[in-house]
């Protein structure tokens, strides 16, 4: 069903609107008979979605929604769910995961983006691949509302969202913050949603760095970047007594040696891009510009023979701590004392 003064684009061709808003939402609440969303993040897919119905049942809220997934799908569903109802009134037929949907989806997408169906909103998810693109063509060509839902990998793009969320709620969070949570839940993009939702909920004001420290600084990332900061920069004693204490909470050693890793390839990475502007190495490099500045800074007392060095112990350790060794602890420990003898030099 169109809203109340939608656009009737459904047959209009190659005028597919392509929206990235904040979160993935329709940035209007007049729905067209056609949407597509696409891409692989979950979180933004789930809220374009969700956002979308939200508009339907605004306009109309005895609208019936009628969820289909591509897995198992029967020849004849999409006609049959597309049909009126006894007692008529408007459909908004769910479609999710078309990439992983079998020929006679595709067949019966198609007949319906060729025909659309009258009181109904068509609204098909697409993840992404080449399955199924035949159906990704037809809805733009049709002028469907195209709803982006890009992949969220690297610790630029989580630091991008979560500066996102909080603009989204008119609230402000600190540089060191960002970083710091990105760093304590940033491996799962719905947990790092859920993160933020919780500190806009319980917070006031701009969200600092201690904040987060308090609601996540005892996770085991969190732990692990402290050491790997400790390690870096020389410090010995500091980085060894965390792993300790880390331990001792029952925190595994893998992920730390897992962070030790991936900031020994930051400081890599940044070793050879010369001086020029965090933002535009942090671009190059699918990198925060905060992780710039740190591994600059980082850098201070390393050279090229010390960061090889560093990078075979902490190889090593990762073989010990997966089941090459005996005491994974011991390892980890090693591969700090080593870290820290190759930035001295010694």
């Not at 078309?98 to 098909?124: F, H, K, Q, R, W």
């Not at 410090?235 to 965390?242: F, I, K, P, S, V």
Request: hydrophobic share 45%.
């Amino acid at each position: 069903m169109n809203a109340p003064n939608a656009p009737n684009t459904a047959n209009a061709p190659n005028v597919a609107r392509t929206q990235r808003a904040p979160g993935g939402a329709p940035v209007s609440a007049a729905v067209p008979p056609l949407v597509l969303v696409t891409g692989p993040e979950h979180v933004l897919a789930a809220r374009a979605i969700g956002a979308t119905l939200d508009a339907l049942r605004t306009a109309d809220p005895q609208i019936e929604v009628v969820r289909l997934d591509a897995a198992g799908y029967e020849a004849g569903g999409i006609g049959i769910h597309s049909s009126p109802s006894l007692f008529g009134g408007a459909k908004a037929l769910l479609v999710r995961d078309v990439d992983e949907g079998n020929d006679d989806l595709i067949d019966d997408l198609s007949a319906a983006i060729a025909a659309p169906a009258p009181e109904v909103t068509l609204i098909v998810a697409h993840k992404g691949g080449n399955r199924g693109r035949k159906i990704l063509d037809a809805m733009k060509k049709a002028g469907a509302r195209v709803l982006e839902a890009p992949a969220i990998k690297s610790d630029r793009d989580k630091s991008d969202f979560v500066q996102a969320e909080f603009r989204a709620h008119s609230r402000r969070i600190s540089p060191g913050a960002v970083r710091a949570l990105v760093e304590a839940v940033g491996k799962d993009v719905t947990e790092l949603a859920s993160a933020c939702a919780q500190l806009i909920a319980d917070t006031e004001g701009v969200v600092e760095e201690d904040t987060v420290e308090t609601y996540h600084g005892g996770r085991v990332e969190a732990t692990g970047f402290r050491v790997a900061d400790a390690a870096l920069a020389g410090n010995t004693a500091e980085a060894l007594r965390l792993l300790r204490h880390a331990i001792a909470g029952g925190l595994d050693p893998v992920p730390i040696v897992a962070v030790l890793a991936s900031q020994l390839r930051q400081l890599v990475k940044v070793s050879g891009t010369g001086r020029g502007p965090s933002g535009q190495v942090a671009k190059s490099l699918g990198m925060a510009p905060w992780q710039v500045d740190r591994a600059r800074r980082a850098l201070h007392g390393w050279d090229d023979d010390g960061l090889g060095r560093a990078i075979c112990a902490v190889a090593a350790a990762d073989f010990d701590v997966k089941g090459g060794g005996r005491d994974p602890v011991y390892a980890v420990e090693r591969a700090i004392l080593a870290i820290t003898r190759a930035r001295a030099g010694r």
